[in-house]
């Protein structure tokens, strides 16, 4: 079945130790999509690829970065986790903006 | 700064009514409305899609969309205690395309 990805499920790190968060998708979709959401709050949208093409959101911390080496891929990277990041990391993906997105089952952060 | 408005309950309603959840949004020009339902510790999932003014029917559920009024509904019929979930409403913004969700409403059908 076509769908999203996203490894590992829990991630469990140390105050201002990087970690990275992958996601990865068999929807051959265009467009990939990084979104934070804490308990009881909307999704918020850090950024997302068009293809190639990044867009930063212009809120979004400079702690936060992504890569997308291929199409199948997406990877999001905390450079120094602080308290306030741990949340639940969702990535989605979309054949065009804009257009439905569909969810990955999301990795959830713990920051110690 | 462009918001979708959403009551956060948590809403009740008997088994086999009707759940009505609303939502409001800023940008008058987002043409895309979604509605999504997110079971507690998982990621949210698409119910339904609506453009155009009016209502769209799948099953259970009624989207309807009045774009003067910058209002956009999800009605459930039948409710059924497996429906409750929190019912996120999405909108995209118009000019940069991005989708921009609201906080979301707590929905308990109780048996």
């Known amino acids: 079945d076509a769908m999203v990805i996203q490894n590992p499920r829990y991630q469990v790190t140390q105050f201002g130790k990087p970690v990275t968060l992958s996601c990865s998708q068999t929807l051959n979709h265009n467009v990939m999509y990084w979104y934070q959401q804490k308990s009881s709050q909307a999704p918020k949208l850090l950024f997302h690829?068009?293809?190639?093409?990044?867009?930063n959101e212009a809120d979004t911390p400079d702690n936060f970065q992504s890569r997308r080496p291929n199409t199948s891929f997406c990877f999001l990277d905390i450079r120094s986790p602080g308290l306030g990041d741990a949340a639940m990391y969702l990535c989605?993906?979309?054949?065009?903006?804009?257009?439905?997105?569909?969810f990955g089952p999301g990795t959830r952060l713990t920051v110690l | 700064q462009k918001e979708v408005e959403q009551n956060s309950g948590p809403l009740s309603v008997p088994e086999g009514a009707i759940a009505s959840l609303n939502c409001t949004y800023s940008?008058?020009?987002?043409?895309?409305f979604f509605w999504y339902r997110q079971y507690s510790g998982k990621s949210p999932e698409l119910i339904m899609f609506i453009y155009s003014n009016g209502d769209k029917e799948d099953g259970r559920f009624t989207a309807q969309l009045n774009k003067a009024s910058q209002y956009v509904s999800l009605l459930i019929r039948d409710s059924q205690p497996s429906d409750s979930a929190t019912y996120l409403c999405a909108v995209n913004e118009g000019n940069n395309n991005d989708m921009r969700f609201g906080a979301g409403t707590r929905l308990t059908v109780k048996p």
């Open positions: 989605a993906t979309a054949r065009l903006t804009p257009d439905e997105q569909f």
């Open positions: 690829y068009y293809d190639k093409d990044f867009n």
């Open positions: 940008d008058r020009g987002s043409q895309s």
